[in-house]
């Protein structure tokens, strides 16, 4: 079996990229380095069944040999990286999906798209179930990336309709785990390089806003038996325990024992007051719930930022 993954060399690519290869699969990974790093795959680069091409998938993608399955997870993710690539996100959720789903038809091969919670938007319904069609400002300073999944998922479902592609679609919500950027602009890492090197911990808002955050593994199995499923539209894959940023930002302060206060800011615009996933028909469907609690994901999470910190020599 050969998969081609998109931005496998970003935080999520490259737990993929593993799991694959531990699979027994051959794994091609396309990135074209704007957010991945040559450091996620780095271990993988000598393993006989991995190959790595620098690509950009905006662009038109040729691929020789037969292909069993093409994911899409090329984008940017955090809303510091979409905002300064925003006509870039916009072609890879756009170009990029037409791209790797012409691949898929051409090889008669599954396709897996990565979608986000992000098409809720700032939802009315929480948690959200995939029934629900969102509240999104399609012109604010996010919809470069909300609106390019949007579109992405249009036109996935319209490749299968139309040109009976297997084609399959994972919302996936707030995602974390070793391998994430430092301070990359979401809350958890933001949270533990503050606390880790000593900065005030900022909180956007008052903090009452609310995220569900999934340990990267879990969402790693919840992809692969969608992938493996008979299910074509959107499958939510997070975790459905509900935290507040504020008591969130507490948590990570105990763990590290970090001394310094938590500051607010101005929430940005469009920022969702509550994320969390329904995940009934991923329970039905795929038999899928996560394991790793809260907890232990980020006693896991924490040291590999703690060895990331102490490497830039940046320490408290």
Same mark, same amino acid.
């Given at each position: 079996?050969?998969?081609?993954?998109?931005?496998?060399?970003?935080?999520?690519? =490259?737990?993929?990229?593993?799991?694959?290869? %531990?699979?027994?699969?051959?794994?091609?990974?396309?990135?074209?380095?704007?957010?991945?790093? #040559?450091? #996620?795959?780095?271990?993988?680069?000598?393993?006989?069944? /991995?190959?790595?091409?620098?690509?950009?998938?905006? !662009?038109?993608?040729?691929?020789?040999? &037969?292909?069993?399955?093409?994911?899409? /997870?090329?984008?940017?993710?955090? &809303? &510091?990286?979409?905002?300064?690539?925003?006509? !870039?996100?916009?072609?890879?959720?756009?170009?990029?999906?037409?791209?790797?789903?012409?691949?898929?038809?051409?090889?008669?091969?599954? /396709?897996?798209?990565? =979608?986000? =919670?992000?098409?809720?938007?700032?939802?009315?319904?929480?948690?959200?179930?995939? =029934?629900?069609?969102?509240?999104?400002?399609?012109?604010?300073?996010?919809?470069?990336?909300?609106?390019?999944?949007?579109?992405?998922?249009?036109?996935?479902?319209?490749?299968?309709?139309?040109?009976?592609?297997?084609?399959?679609?994972?919302?996936?919500?707030?995602?974390?785990?070793?391998?994430? @950027?430092?301070?990359?602009? @979401?809350?958890?890492?933001?949270?533990?390089?503050?606390?880790?090197?000593?900065?005030?911990?900022?909180?956007?808002?008052?903090?009452? !806003?609310?995220?569900?955050?999934?340990?990267?593994?879990?969402?790693?199995?919840?992809?692969?038996?969608?992938?493996?499923?008979?299910?074509?539209?959107?499958? #939510?894959?997070?975790?459905?325990?509900?935290?507040?940023?504020?008591?969130?930002?507490?948590?990570?302060?105990?763990?590290?024992?970090?001394?310094?206060?938590?500051?607010?800011?101005?929430?940005?615009?469009?920022? &969702?007051?509550?994320?969390?996933?329904?995940?009934?028909?991923?329970?039905?469907?795929?038999?899928? %719930?996560?394991?790793?609690?809260? %907890?232990?994901?980020?006693?896991?999470?924490?040291?590999?930022?703690?060895?990331?910190?102490?490497?830039?020599?940046?320490?408290?």
């Amino acid at each position: 079996m050969r998969v081609v993954l998109t931005g496998g060399a970003g935080f999520l690519g =490259s737990h993929l990229c593993d799991y694959f290869i %531990e699979k027994g699969w051959d794994v091609l990974c396309l990135d074209n380095l704007v957010t991945g790093a #040559n450091s #996620n795959i780095s271990h993988l680069l000598s393993h006989p069944r /991995f190959k790595f091409q620098k690509q950009d998938v905006s !662009q038109f993608i040729e691929i020789e040999g &037969p292909v069993d399955a093409v994911m899409h /997870f090329a984008s940017p993710a955090s &809303p &510091p990286d979409y905002l300064k690539f925003p006509i !870039q996100t916009m072609k890879v959720g756009a170009l990029g999906t037409h791209n790797t789903l012409g691949l898929a038809m051409a090889k008669k091969a599954k /396709f897996l798209l990565a =979608s986000t =919670s992000e098409c809720y938007g700032d939802p009315e319904v929480s948690p959200q179930p995939e =029934s629900y069609w969102g509240h999104v400002n399609p012109v604010g300073p996010r919809g470069v990336y909300d609106e390019a999944k949007r579109f992405a998922e249009a036109i996935t479902m319209a490749y299968h309709r139309y040109h009976g592609v297997d084609t399959h679609i994972v919302r996936i919500f707030n995602t974390y785990g070793p391998r994430m @950027r430092l301070n990359d602009g @979401r809350a958890l890492p933001n949270f533990l390089y503050q606390a880790l090197v000593g900065e005030p911990i900022t909180v956007y808002g008052n903090g009452k !806003q609310t995220r569900s955050f999934c340990y990267v593994s879990d969402l790693v199995e919840g992809i692969y038996r969608l992938l493996e499923s008979d299910e074509h539209e959107p499958t #939510n894959i997070g975790n459905p325990s509900e935290i507040t940023i504020l008591e969130f930002a507490e948590r990570v302060r105990k763990l590290v024992g970090a001394t310094a206060p938590i500051v607010f800011h101005p929430l940005p615009q469009d920022d &969702p007051k509550q994320r969390c996933p329904d995940i009934t028909k991923a329970k039905r469907i795929l038999k899928w %719930e996560p394991k790793v609690g809260l %907890e232990e994901g980020l006693k896991r999470t924490y040291e590999f930022f703690r060895q990331q910190v102490g490497a830039t020599g940046k320490t408290k």
